[in-house]
């Protein structure tokens, strides 16, 4: 194992009985959701999965130790710190652990501890992608070049429209990235089902995206696998007025100045505000959503 790695007992003994595991990110906790709204989440996602009869693994950074399985404690102290917290993607990891510090993961920095914990299936909210005026600013989240790189499967509800979704799909494309639309033709737009950019895959069952995903591996080809779950229709934002208040937001940012790493957790808070806070519910069911499939797929994957 890893030297940096500690994994915790419920998830060791989660590999010794063979029992379905799913990783769970950090940054979502404290860069993605207002406290305490974001700690009641990460504890109700937790037991979701382990109603769904696998166990859940929040991967953060704790004192230069990567760490696979949180406890209550530290889920509570990722969310009370928020963004004091460093957001950690592949980029920042050495220095975060070099230096001792702590790490709340994104989806690429989640995606590597994972499968250094030979961890398969890892759910969240939505993926890092390509950003709008990204033939300008050349934003394009480190996540999209994680998902050619590590084999892990990643669960999400599509791309919030923050991001230009065509060009993201054309960018999995490029990067040799499969996505799947679970019962959708269409990239689910996070808040909303559908989307105008066809997915490459479309799958009926989690037993047909579990038998996609093994035999990737036995491929040897390498690289992760994209599942789109839409959002439950009950939960879904009526589309115009979520585009207008992600409209605002982006116009803000650029107005600010706001680039690089602090982009995504700054249109996330101001649409949280712009919206009253309806988008935060959405926000929430939508993990859930994406945690039940995730212990679906996990539990079909022969182990
Ligand atoms: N999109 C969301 N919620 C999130 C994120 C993205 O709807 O919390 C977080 C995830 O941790 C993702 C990261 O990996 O933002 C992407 O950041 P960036 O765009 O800076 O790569
Ligand atoms: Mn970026």
Redesign the pocket.
Known sequence: MNKFLDIALEVKKAFLEKKPVVAL?S??IS??MPYPKNVQTALAVEQTIRDHGAVPATIAIIGGRLKAGLSPEQLEYFGKKGTVITKV?RRDLATVVARGEDGAT???ATMIIAQMAGIDVFA?????GVHRKAELTMDI???LDELARTQVLVVCAGA?AILDLPKTAEYLETKGVATVGYQTSVMPA?YTRASMVPISVRSETAEDIANIWSTQKALGIGGGLLVTNPIPEIYSMDRAYIESKIEEAVNECERLGIKG?D??PFL?ERIQELTGGSSLEANIKLVINNAILACQIAANIKR
């Not at 969240?124 to 890092?128: C, D, E, L, N």
């Open positions: 990110e940054t979502i860069h993605g993607s994104t989806v690429s969240t909210g939505g993926v890092g989240s480190a996540d919030k996070f790493k982009t995504t996330l």
